[in-house]
C-alpha cells in the first residue's frame, strides 16, 4: 500500500510500482466508481474499435450466414423423420 495526494485539480498520480504490478501502461483508459462504503475504484476499460457496417457489408454477412437450400431440405427431411 502507498500513500498519495489529492492534488489541487482533483488529480492523483498512481505510483509506477502500483502501475507496474497490475500491468497498465501511460494513458491507459481507467473506469472510475465509487462504492456504497466510500471507496474509489480504479478498473482498466476494455477499448475495442468498431466498424460501421455499410448495406453493402450487411448483405454480405446475410449471404455467408445464409443456408443453402438444399441443405434446409436435408435438415427438414431429418427432422420430419425424427432423426
Not at 33 to 51: D, F, H, N, Q, S
Amino acid at each position: 500500500m502507498e500513500l498519495v495526494k489529492l492534488g489541487a485539480k482533483g488529480q492523483v498520480t498512481i505510483p509506477q510500482a502500483i502501475l507496474r504490478s497490475v500491468g497498465l501502461t501511460r494513458d491507459a483508459p481507467l473506469l472510475v466508481e465509487t462504492t456504497p462504503e466510500g471507496a474509489i475504484l480504479l478498473r482498466p476499460a476494455a477499448v475495442y474499435p468498431i466498424e460501421i457496417y455499410s448495406g453493402e457489408r450487411v448483405e454480405e454477412f446475410e449471404r455467408e450466414n445464409s443456408v443453402p437450400n438444399e441443405l434446409q431440405v436435408r435438415i427438414r427431411a431429418s427432422l420430419d423423420r425424427g432423426d
